[in-house]
């Protein structure tokens, strides 16, 4: 896995061995960033990755210009690895690594996201609790990109509006951005 553009291009990112993830394709991170592009300022964006992994999703972003990046994951495998990729780029407080469970992360932080980048694991069952959640988390004219598997319908909520929706073979991105900017 490796960085697709920006200030570290080309630099491979490690991965668990048995990785309990499934890792988000270069060609489907390439088209999700090129979608973004227009979107983002990235010199002033805040950035949250949700289900980081390895954090790929995150360092894309960071690579590209995003201000800050907030890591969540709670799986000890990938939290080691995304840790050691964190800690690599020496960014010092611009890249936070936080340990919890996205549902709880969603009903307890106050913070604000101009983008957020959600990767849950195939089979995850809690799609539409996850959209529920993410309007407390983003910023009233942000944008949140949930990939899922291509099978799973993801619906729009009263806070969320469908933006965009791509399928690469089995994966699928969606985007969404708050109904009117007005974010929960």
């Known amino acids: ?13 490690h991965v668990p061995h048995n990785a309990t993830f ?7 991170k390439e ?10 300022d990235w010199q002033h964006a805040t950035v949250c990755d949700l289900f980081a992994g390895s954090g790929s999703l995150g360092i894309e972003a960071f690579s ?3 201000a800050s990046v907030c890591f969540v994951e709670q799986y000890h495998a990938s939290l080691s690895v995304l840790e050691r990729n964190v800690s690599e780029l020496a960014a010092g407080e611009r890249l936070r690594v936080v340990r919890m ?15 957020i980048l ?22 009233g004219d942000g944008i949140a990109v949930v990939e899922h598997d291509a099978r799973t319908s993801v619906a ?3 806070w969320l509006r469908i933006s965009a929706h791509r399928t690469y073979g089995r994966t699928a991105v969606t985007f969404f951005e708050p109904r009117h900017g007005d974010a929960q």
Not at 22 to 28: E, I
Not at 118 to 129: L, S, T
């Open 101 to 115: 469970n996205v549902e709880r992360f969603l009903a307890r932080f106050e913070e604000r996201f101009d983008l």
């Open 64 to 66: 590209r210009g995003a």
């Open 156 to 158: 729009e909520t009263s």
């Open 22 to 28: 499934r890792p988000t394709t270069d060609r489907v």
């Open 1 to 13: 896995m490796r960085i697709i553009a920006g200030l570290w291009k080309g630099r491979t990112l």
């Open 118 to 139: 959600a990767d849950p694991p195939y089979g995850y069952q809690e799609i539409d609790q996850l959209t529920a959640g993410l309007p407390h988390i983003l910023a």
């Open 31 to 40: 088209s999700v960033f090129n979608i973004l592009a227009g979107r983002i």
